[in-house]
């Protein structure tokens, strides 16, 4: 009798070790697809953060140092856009350019598809903020804009997702690869 209840205590403990080290494994993949959802629509939010950022830069002459400024700038500024009118076929060819001034709201329509007040939030989080910086920095005595934005509270505690640099001149993230 006593050999019986120790061969269902053992199959018991079997059966909850198993399940336990599945629960685990399961959690590892649960959490590894989560990261990576979370992450694709960070890199997503950046990437418009970027377009904004150098439309910004292309008005402005320097990248914005705050998000209110950044959305003020892509709501209210202008870009310019060369139209070439003819084309260059031989020597005697006339080709004109004209500069015409359009809204950077206009002219990003297709590369920014969040509602512009909501660039400043890292998606998935409740309303947590990307930090962001700008400024100039100089390499070779030659200055340089910089920006720089990040997530201040990751989901991926071993890598901080982060576009741009204040130390250096790059405007990649770094989940790009480094040329």
Same mark, same amino acid.
């Given at each position: &009798?006593?050999? $019986? #209840? #120790?061969?269902?205590? +053992? ?12 629960? !685990?494994?399961?959690?590892? &993949? ?6 990576? !959802?979370?992450?694709?629509d960070i890199?997503?939010? &950046? ?6 950022? *150098?439309?910004?830069? %292309? ?6 140092? =705050? *998000?209110? =400024? ?16 003819? %084309?260059?076929?031989?020597?005697? =060819? ?9 809204? #950077? ?7 920014i598809k969040? @509602? +512009? ?12 903020? *990307? =930090?962001?910086?700008?400024? !100039? ?9 910089? *920006?720089?934005?990040?997530? @201040?509270? @990751? ?5 901080? +997702?982060?576009?741009?640099? &204040?130390?250096?001149?790059?405007? !990649?993230? $770094? ?5």
């Amino acid at each position: &009798m006593a050999n $019986n #209840i #120790i061969k269902v205590a +053992l199959v018991l403990a079997c059966i909850i070790v198993g399940y336990l080290c599945y629960d !685990t494994v399961a959690d590892t &993949m649960r959490y590894r697809a989560q990261v990576k !959802t979370v992450e694709a629509d960070i890199i997503k939010r &950046m990437t418009e953060i970027k377009e904004a950022q *150098f439309a910004y830069r %292309e008005a402005y002459g320097e990248f914005a140092k =705050s *998000f209110d =400024s950044l959305i003020y700038g892509v709501k209210h500024g202008k870009i310019p856009e060369v139209k070439q009118v003819g %084309e260059l076929v031989d020597s005697t =060819s006339k080709v004109e350019t004209d500069t015409l001034y359009v809204p #950077i709201l206009e002219a990003l329509k297709d590369k920014i598809k969040s @509602p +512009l007040d909501s660039l400043r939030y890292v998606p998935h989080s409740n309303k947590v903020q *990307f =930090s962001m910086n700008a400024g !100039t920095i100089t390499k070779n005595q030659v200055p340089l804009k910089v *920006f720089e934005v990040e997530d @201040p509270k @990751p989901l991926n505690k071993e890598r901080a +997702l982060r576009l741009g640099s &204040m130390s250096d001149a790059i405007y !990649t993230g $770094n989940w790009e690869k480094q040329e």
